[in-house]
Nanobody, 125 residues
Framework: HVQLVESGGGSVQVGGSLKLSCAIS????????LGWFRQPPGKERERVAS????????YYADFTKGRFTISQDNAKNELYLQMNTLEPDDTGMYYC???????????????????WGQGTQVTVS
């Protein structure tokens, strides 16, 4: 089955940048939607960005305001989230996610069948 392992989190000053990576292994993710989610302290998990496993059909939450970029390297089986101009409200646990979908990833709900990584902490202060 698909396994996801995040890395790249850490502590950064306001205005700084971080690049999160998600190593994908175990099974092909062709036909999956891949995404990044975050859970700020005391709040619900929310979608940050997502895209189709073969590329394209990207989605960004409004709060990313053009600061974040989701991308993938199929040769390395990795998903990335480049985060620039970080703000304190970006603090939280960031999760990589994958869910099989036959429809647009923008419309896909990451529900109970979603595969999650263990998360990586991002702290902006």
């Amino acid at each position: 089955h698909v396994q996801l392992v995040e890395s790249g989190g850490g502590s950064v000053q306001v205005g700084g940048s971080l690049k999160l990576s998600c190593a994908i292994s175990g099974y092909s993710v062709k036909g999956y939607c891949l995404g990044w989610f975050r859970q700020p302290p005391g709040k619900e998990r929310e979608r940050v960005a997502s895209m189709e496993s073969l590329g394209g059909n990207t989605y960004y939450a409004d709060f990313t305001k053009g600061r974040f970029t989701i991308s993938q390297d199929n040769a390395k089986n990795e998903l990335y989230l480049q985060m620039n101009t970080l703000e304190p409200d970006d603090t939280g646990m960031y999760y990589c996610a994958a869910v099989k979908s036959a429809i647009s990833c923008t419309l896909t709900y990451f529900g109970p069948s979603t595969i999650w990584g263990q998360g990586t902490q991002v702290t902006v202060s």
